[in-house]
């Protein structure tokens, strides 16, 4: 690919741009969706060059245009003999899908999906002190993941590794590289002591965290560090009252770095406090060291003053979206953590120091600290339940996702999903150090139990793909007369009608998902509900507890336990395959990426160590260029999104000064801005922030087909939604052979809409409905050198 040099247009060659009166310069600035594409894709052009941006993101254009608005009208290549405007493409699949770290990535999936959970709030009026409440659960949910997933490391390091297998002969035989741990195979070597060998296999989960804290400040720096284009404060944000317009919106620094501080500090002190505690209980004991009992108080009081600290930080303060906040609490960032890793050194020295008579046996304390956290992560849910209905009623959105539940239920499921992760891991590591099964007495028994719902789950999750795939087949016989009525003189092929319709009908199953996501959450809340009650009323695995009862239900649990444990266990490999593949094959990375696509369109407000945003390096991106060029030329500008482009398309109108984004068109197609951002973000993209979108944009259209399962009408209310939806696009473009499909067209659901007539055709009076509202350069007494005394009048 060719690259543009890198050399600065001035200002006096942006002087000498084709104004807008002479020869009607306009430009087309392309977005693509999910998983990215090429430029020379996008341009249709094998021959294209970057005129702006990195090897992240950039934008390109032919290499034929590389100037083509400072060409005089009627030369090779100028805007005196273009038909249509000038292509450009901006590329950020890159964001989501670069080098092998983003396999790592994979770690932070709980992560992401509850950050994913703050954003599905509800649409409120008023009630502000309940929207911070709603953020506020929302992030103790976020910091519960974190410590659930350093304690899983806890578990599979400390308990399993250090404390049982280590201090098991059967077990430290079998695993040589564990010799010098055990005091058996050491013969009372300086590591065997107990507490030495938490202290040593306490630094897994430390850099574990040390891990998380790196990933997040070096996406930090490359993703929240972006400046958004300032521009002047706009009364009532100038939007419409929508949140992302706000100057601030795309710039969380400092709640980033916050977070980052705090739960890096939480990582840090669940280490210690794993530590400390199996020290301090065997200090407490009758008969032992007095002075190390008082050190142990004192370790345990500071650990539990340090938490409050952490829930303190977390809690405090939310999201500054009004202005960009360019202050980052230095003190705090760097002393919280600090402070944490300063403790932690302390409690492996208490922990290491020598207690003659001091064994291991049995497990750590881990049944306690999963279960506190599977209690704690269950009243969130159902408190942020609570509140999230209650900012339902006070605004109702017939179209909002689970009747405003939504938010709850992703933040349900991405507890679950860390709780598989972490069972998972134990479970497969158990096994792997204890091949009898009975040597050891293996991971705690919530974790079991846990296990053992997931085949009860599976088979609900069974029966909906059942139920859907039958509304899918009534949805396809109702549609074929449907089609047929579409292409009439057209001789009927049944096989032709059958496969368009099943086409729609497929695509229409997109709008069953809250359906599917609301029964899935709600069996999670209540199995896990049970597994914790069983694993606390009975401190055994479920096939244990089982023993003694009727022979059907002891088979049950025996058969759940066994099946769960083998499921885990088959999920763990599937995952480190994927992630192993994802490191070394960028088409697979490219697929992880389409997930990151949806997952991290928005900040991170919930959770520091959550994927990063892209749309906080692509909207300040696509701002900057469309009000530069804007400027520049006092040129037209149709912003064309495809699919998630489209929705980085709106969030950088949104985000454009008034004066710009009255000059500015919006061609969207194959878009999710309705359909489902619409439905599960109801509080940023619901039907007033549509609509008010729509009234600053000068003029918007939007192309969508029956057969896309993604891309739907915005649905906007009155005269608005005629005026912004075309009617559903015909897929495929001919029934049968004609003139001009001589061979059988596809059928192009959510792809393939710059093919279609219809593309141009709305492109072109988008252009022309444009050109009478361009502003008009004027004179403010400067020199005419194209800086900043040339400006824009703002339309009528």
Known sequence: ????????????????????????????????????????????????????????????????????????????????????????????????????????????????????????????????????????????????????????????????????????????????????????????????????????????????????????????????????????????????????????FWYGRRLVARLRAAHTAAGLLTVAAAVGSAAARHDREPGGPA??????????????????????????????????????????????????????????????????????????????????????????????????????????????????LAGPAVAM????????????????????????????????????????VIPPLLLLLLVLCGWLGRRAWQLARAERSAVESEYPGETGDPGRTRRIASARAMAALTDRGPRIVALTSAATLLLGGGALLGALATDRTPGEAARGSHAVVHGAAETAQALGSWLIGLGFILFVTWGRRAYKDASARRTIGILWDVGTFWPRAAHPFAPPCYAERAVPDLTWRIATWTRATGGRLVLSGHSQGSVLAAAAAWQLPPSTRRRVALLTYGSP????????????????????????????????????????????PGDCGPAVDRPALKDPLAYGRTEAHPLPAPILGHSGYQADPAFAEERRRLLARLRPEVPAPRHTGEPDDGGPGRAGVPSA
């Open 1 to 248: 690919m060719k690259r543009a040099q890198g050399r600065r247009r001035t200002g006096a060659a942006d002087a000498r741009a084709t104004r807008p009166g002479e020869a009607g310069t306009a430009l087309e600035l392309l977005v693509h969706g999910v998983g990215g594409t090429s430029p020379e894709a996008m341009l249709n052009d094998p021959r294209t060059v970057r005129v702006t941006g990195d090897d992240t993101a950039a934008v390109f254009r032919r290499a034929d245009d590389e100037n083509a608005e400072h060409r005089p009208p009627g030369a090779a290549g100028g805007t005196g003999r273009r038909e249509g405007p000038i292509p450009e493409a901006y590329v950020w699949c890159n964001l989501t899908s670069g080098n092998g770290t983003r396999a790592l990535w994979l770690l932070l999936l709980p992560f992401m999906v509850v950050n994913l959970a703050h954003w599905m709030r509800p649409t409120a009026r008023g009630r502000r002190r309940t929207v911070r409440l709603y953020g506020l659960l929302v992030r103790l949910a976020g910091l519960s993941l974190t410590v659930l997933l350093v304690a899983a490391a806890c578990e599979v390091a400390l308990d399993l590794t250090a404390w049982q297998c280590a201090g098991t002969p059967a077990c430290a035989e079998r695993h040589s590289w564990l010799g010098f741990l055990s005091p058996t195979a050491s013969g009372g070597g300086w590591w065997s002591l107990p507490g030495r060998r938490l202290a040593l296999a306490a630094l897994v989960p430390t850099a574990l965290t040390g891990l998380l804290w790196y990933l997040s400040l070096r996406t930090w720096s490359a993703y929240e560090s972006q400046q958004p284009i300032s521009r002047d404060p706009e009364p009532q944000d100038g939007t419409g009252h929508a949140a992302l317009g706000r100057p601030g």
């Open 413 to 452: 499921l991405a507890c679950a999903l860390g709780g598989v992760m972490s069972g998972g891991v134990s479970q497969r590591v158990s096994d792997w150090l204890d091949g009898t099964g009975s040597s050891i007495p293996g991971p705690p028994v919530l974790l079991t139990w846990q296990a053992s």
């Open 291 to 404: 002075a190390l009992n008082l050190l142990g108080v004192l370790l345990e009081a500071a650990l539990a003053a340090g938490a409050a600290a952490v829930v303190w930080v977390v809690c405090r303060r939310g999201r500054s979206e009004r202005r960009p906040d360019h202050r980052l609490d230095d003190r705090l960032v760097r002393g919280l953590p600090l402070a944490a890793l300063l403790l932690l050194a302390l409690t492996l020295l208490y922990a290491g120091w020598e207690r003659p008579g001091w064994q291991s046996a049995g497990r750590l304390p881990g049944d306690t600290t999963f279960g506190a956290l599977a209690l704690v992560q269950g009243m969130i849910v159902v408190v942020l339940a609570g509140v999230a209905r209650t900012l339902h009623r006070t605004r109702p959105d017939p179209r909002a996702a689970m009747r405003g």
């Open 673 to 716: 801005l309705e359909r489902l951002y619409g439905r599960w973000f109801p509080a940023h993209f619901g039907p007033a922030s549509l609509a008010g979108l729509h009234q600053e944009v000068d003029c918007w259209r939007n192309l969508y087909r029956l057969t896309d399962p993604i891309g739907g009408p915005m649905r906007l």
